[in-house]
């Protein structure tokens, strides 16, 4: 089974500075997603940023950015020029390109602080 | 963007009535919805997977007569808290991924509070 493991339950950054999330995920699979959700105070659940297993390139959104590394089956996510509106808690998630499963699998989160 | 909502945002109630939660996508045609259990500071939880036109699938140790799962149409999943109890105070939210999604990517109501007092 496939699992996804976040090993800082709490990060904290300087406004304007830049951090890194970490995320891990054990699978025998070579076809998948990967994910990063953003869950800021009002509990709604935003996609930050994906990344196909198939593709090399590591996703870029804006400020964000992974560091795919698919022989490691590291995901970590770049914040830069962090900003207050980036406090929030993050989700590393998973799911299988295999089939019709669309479950994702979760990391249990880490928690962003940004200080001004 | 694709668009999920979520009716009631909040709900109180008292012991032993029963609560449905509705879960639309309002933009797009959802044949499967999820529906999650979230506590303070915690990971979703997945409860259960809403098919439409069939059965819902239930997760390992989630009571089946307890949360009621009705996929109605391809737009609205309801999930059904029966004889709720102070532990079934939590927040539940709903997801769906869009039949023709980008990078298998879900997207998510904004969630329901529910408490039972």
């Known amino acids: 089974a496939q699992t996804v493991t976040q090993s800082q339950p709490e990060m904290s950054v300087q406004e304007a500075e830049t951090v890194t999330l970490s995320c891990t995920y054990d699978?025998?699979?070579?076809?998948?997603?990967l994910f990063w959700y953003k869950q800021p105070p009002s509990r709604q659940m935003i996609l930050v940023i994906r990344?196909?297993?198939?593709k090399q390139q590591n996703a870029t959104e804006n400020r964000f950015s992974v560091n795919f590394q698919k022989a490691a089956k590291s995901f970590s996510l770049k914040i830069s020029d962090s900003q207050l509106g980036d406090a929030a808690m993050y989700f590393c998630a998973y799911r299988t390109n295999a089939g019709n499963n669309r479950k994702l699998i979760w990391g249990l989160g880490t928690s962003l602080a940004v200080n001004p | 963007g694709a668009v999920v909502s979520q009716h009631p945002s909040r709900v109180i109630c008292k012991s032993g009535t029963s609560v449905k939660i509705e879960c639309r996508s309002l933009?797009?045609?959802?044949?499967?919805m999820f529906w999650y259990r979230q506590f303070p500071k915690q990971s979703l939880m997945l409860m259960a997977t809403s098919n439409e036109g069939s059965k819902a699938t239930y997760e390992q140790g989630v009571e089946k007569d307890k949360f009621l799962i009705n996929h109605a149409s391809l737009t609205l999943s309801t999930l059904t808290v029966t004889s709720a109890h102070p532990e079934d105070s939590s927040f539940y939210i709903c997801s769906a991924p869009p039949p023709v999604h980008k990078g298998g990517a879900q997207y998510f109501g904004p969630g329901t509070r529910l408490t039972v007092l």
């Open positions: 933009d797009f045609q959802a044949t499967t």
């Open positions: 990344q196909e297993a198939y």
């Open positions: 699978t025998s699979e070579s076809d998948y997603y």
